[in-house]
Every structure is written in structure tokens, then in C-alpha cells.
């Protein structure tokens, strides 16, 4: 079955049959359109939608001189109608849509233990809901007249259409995406006063709960190149001979997991008017995510799962020895010292000398295909069926075979996972900046 769309291919389909071109591929290339700038290239400026609404209020109330509250909401929503999804064609006729909706909710007290001394604690709760890149008006593979259904009810539409040397066409291969992001934090800083000194220490506490799902290729995608069986990957497109099938097919709903917990002193000293000298430190532990069905993968060259003693050898799960349930290590010793002082020579306003030196970790979530990428692609939970060759079917790429069933592992096993033994990046930062006032409204800078 295909759509009254496509249904008009079928009447040319014995001339295109008869001359080795695919009826259904003369269809996908309606989703090129013709030339208008020259007879190859085709520009034209595509409107972007978006609407928003946003609120807030805030409630004080002050108990005494020494002791206030605050509480503050903040509520905001939206959605976006793009006319081209950022992972996707750069021709027309594929738009998406996001949803967004925030809320953020703050509890502060404030209390004043003496002049010089002064405690501030918080509570704070952000829950953010993102639906990303959700299909619109897209044909789906059945709806085309390809013989295999999209894998996903909330990531149906068109297929991605590689083409070496041309512009792809089609829907994007990845998404969409809905999330739902609840975090809860409490905090507590201390401030003293003292002479030359100014001193705050403080910790906090930290829960992220993300609950998603994302469609990763679930219209598949398809390759064309431009050396197999022809020269041309348009011509090998029209004679229905692509050179790979990918689908993902798996289980990519996501329970995430994360706690995080910090503390830190830090002192100001004001040595006299001309210097000022700053010194601290901050300690965290890092903490992976972990999912809630420990539904995480990594690979371990040499290693053979106990948890699937039939899964590949290298991949190992949450629950084989020596991976934990974030797959690495909870890491401990995050200490992050930070100096710097600033210096004026001469003591008249003239001059200006500053320098600082810290490090900063990252989470380990942080960095390309970590923070959502690894968890998803964690087999055999996610699932990727691929074809790869000069016989691969074009309307029909499964060729009768059945659905791989879920949670088994497929060959060839396509996964991107975090090391288990991955430890979180730092970065040191070092700066100088030296400043000379020349006139009252004039002044030259050199920073480093």
C-alpha cells in the first residue's frame, strides 16, 4: 500500500521496471526542487515560527531584622516551527516543531548572625519539558511505498536520502527528542567579615532526574554512492541501488539519574589599598549518570559479559564485574584551587594589574555523544539494523526477514558508550590583564 500521493507512479512503473529505474525512486526525486538560480542550485528564504509566554512572582516576607525569606516562581512556554530541522535536509518540505515549557521555584532564608557575619541557604527546584524536532506533515516509509514501518510512534516521517555529491534528502535521521528534566538543589553559604578579610564558605547539594526518549533513525536512512553500481549516486538513487539500509529499531526510552555535591572557601584580602589577593577552593564529587533499568553498555576489549554471556565480546553491562551502575566511577577527588590578585603600582588610579589561575572540572556527562548519545545507544537496548553492500533491496530492505526481536544483540553491533573507566575532564585557566588610564575617558588594555 502507498499513498494517492504516490499512487500515480504505479501507472509508469512497467516502462520504469523495463528500463532498470525504480518507480518509487522517480517519486523521491520530487522531494528535489527544480533549480531557480541556476539549473542545479535552488534557493529561496523559508519562515521560522515561534511563540512564547513567560511569568514570574516573587514573596518576601521578613520575620525580623536578622532573619528574611524569599520565594520566587518563574514560569515559561513556547514552541518553535522550523522549516528545516538542524539534523536534517537543507531542502524544503521537511519542518519540525519544539515544545517547551520551564518552571523554576526558589525557597532563600537569609540570616544576619551579627554585623560581620551573614548566612544565606536555598532551596531550588527547575523542571524543564522539551519536545525537540517533532515531525510535521512528513510521508512516512509506508505512506512512500517502502516495505517496513517506522520504528517509532513519535519519530514517524520520511526517510533520510544520502546522496554522495548531492544534497540529502528527507526527514532528520536522529529524533525527535521528548524530555522531561526535573533538578533539586540546596545550597548554604557563609559569609564573615573580618579586618582585611572577606570569607565565604559554603556547599551544596545537587538531584537530576532526566527522563526521556529519543527516535534514532526510525525512518532509516538510506546511502547512495557515486562509485557502486554507477558514477553518479543520482543515477544509482533512480536504479534503486543503494549501498547501505540503517534503522534503528531498539528501545530508546531513558531513565537518567545524577547527584552531585560541592564545597568551598574562599577568602578576599585586602593586604592595603594597592593590593587585594584572592585564594580558594572548591571541592566536588563527579558522578555519572546511571538509568534507572541500568539500561547503560560500555566496551572492554577482551571482556565477555556475564550479565549476556551471548552479547559480543568487549560489551559489557551495568552489573558485570568492575562496571558500575553509572558505568564509570563516581570520582572523588575533584579539588579545584583557584588564586589571583589585583594590583594597582602606583596607588593613584593609574594602573591596573590582574592576574588568576584556577581548575575546573566538567561533569563526566559533558562532551560530544555523552551526555544522552551513550545512554541511548546502549546495546541491546538500542537497536541498529544495518545492510551494507551492492544487494541490498531498495523498496523491500529487509528482504522477508523478520524484525530482529528486542533486547539481542545484532551483528554488525553499532554502540557509542563511555569508558568505564573514564575520569571527568578538567581545564586550567591562567590570565593577566594590565590596564593604564591615559586620560579621564581614555585607557589602553593589554589581556593575556
Known amino acids: 500500500m502507498i499513498s494517492r500521493r504516490a499512487e500515480r507512479w504505479y501507472r509508469a512503473g512497467e516502462y520504469f521496471r523495463a528500463n532498470s529505474i525504480q518507480w518509487l525512486s522517480v517519486f523521491i526525486n520530487t522531494f528535489y526542487p527544480l533549480g531557480n538560480t541556476s539549473p542545479s542550485i535552488y534557493t529561496s528564504t523559508r519562515v521560522a515560527q515561534n511563540e512564547s509566554d513567560q511569568f514570574g512572582g516573587r514573596l518576601d516576607f521578613d520575620q525580623s531584622e536578622k532573619n528574611q525569606f524569599f520565594a520566587r516562581y518563574a514560569y515559561s512556554n513556547g514552541y518553535n516551527v522550523n522549516p528545516f ?31 560581620s557575619v551573614t548566612n544565606s541557604a536555598r532551596l531550588t527546584f527547575f523542571r524543564f519539558l522539551f519536545n525537540f524536532d517533532q515531525r510535521i506533515g512528513q510521508l512516512t516509509p509506508d505512506e512512500l511505498g517502502l516495505q517496513y514501518n517506522s520504528s517509532s510512534n513519535i519519530g514517524a516521517g520520511s526517510p533520510f536520502f544520502n546522496l554522495s555529491g548531492y544534497s540529502p534528502v528527507g526527514g532528520a535521521i536522529t529524533g525527535p527528542r521528548d524530555t ?71 528501545d530508546f526510552n531513558r531513565g537518567l539519574r545524577n547527584w552531585g555535591t560541592a564545597a568551598y572557601a574562599q577568602d578576599e584580602w ?39 554471556p551471548d552479547a559480543p565480546p568487549g560489551i559489557l553491562v551495568v552489573g558485570d564485574p568492575g562496571v558500575s551502575s553509572g558505568i564509570a566511577a563516581n570520582y572523588y577527588k575533584a579539588l579545584m ?18 592576574a588568576a589561575y584556577g581548575i575546573f572540572y566538567d561533569p563526566l556527562s559533558n562532551g560530544a555523544n555523552l551526555a544522552f548519545q551513550a545512554p541511548l545507544s546502549s ?18 530492505p529487509y528482504g522477508g526477514q523478520p524484525v530482529p526481536p528486542k533486547n539481542t544483540f545484532l551483528q554488525p553491533t553499532t554502540t557509542v558508550v563511555l569508558d568505564n573507566a573514564a575520569r571527568p575532564p578538567y581545564a586550567q585557566d591562567w590570565n593577566l590583564s594590565i590596564q593604564r588610564s591615559l586620560r579621564k575617558i581614555i585607557f589602553l588594555k593589554y589581556a593575556m
Open 85 to 115: 530541522s538542524v539534523g536534517g535536509s537543507p531542502a524544503p518540505g521537511f519542518p519540525v516543531r519544539d515544545d517547551l515549557t520551564g518552571h523554576s521555584a526558589v525557597l532563600s532564608n537569609t540570616h544576619l548572625f551579627s554585623p
Open 180 to 250: 522531561v528534566q526535573n533538578t533539586f538543589e540546596i545550597s548554604d553559604n557563609l559569609a564573615w567579615f573580618h579586618n582585611r578579610h572577606s570569607v565565604k564558605i559554603g556547599g551544596e547539594f545537587r538531584r537530576n532526574q532526566i527522563n526521556a526518549i529519543q527516535a534514532i533513525a526510525p525512518n532509516a536512512f538510506f546511502v547512495f554512492s557515486s562509485s557502486l553500481p554507477t558514477s553518479d549516486a543520482f543515477a544509482n538513487l533512480l536504479l534503486g541501488k543503494q549501498v547501505t539500509f540503517y534503522q534503528g529499531i531498539g
Open 270 to 308: 585586602r593586604l592595603s589599598n594597592r593590593l587585594t589577593f584572592n585564594y580558594g577552593l572548591r571541592w566536588e564529587i563527579i558522578t555519572p549518570n546511571s538509568e534507572i533499568h541500568n539500561r547503560l553498555s560500555t566496551f572492554v576489549p577482551g571482556y565477555q559479559s556475564r550479565v549476556f
Open 337 to 354: 584551587p583557584r588564586v589571583g590578585l589585583a594590583l594597582d603600582p602606583t596607588g593613584k588610579g593609574l594602573w591596573s594589574i590582574r
Open 379 to 396: 546495546v541491546p537496548w538500542g537497536q541498529f539494523f544495518q545492510i551494507a553492500g551492492a544487494n541490498v533491496p531498495f523498496v523491500n
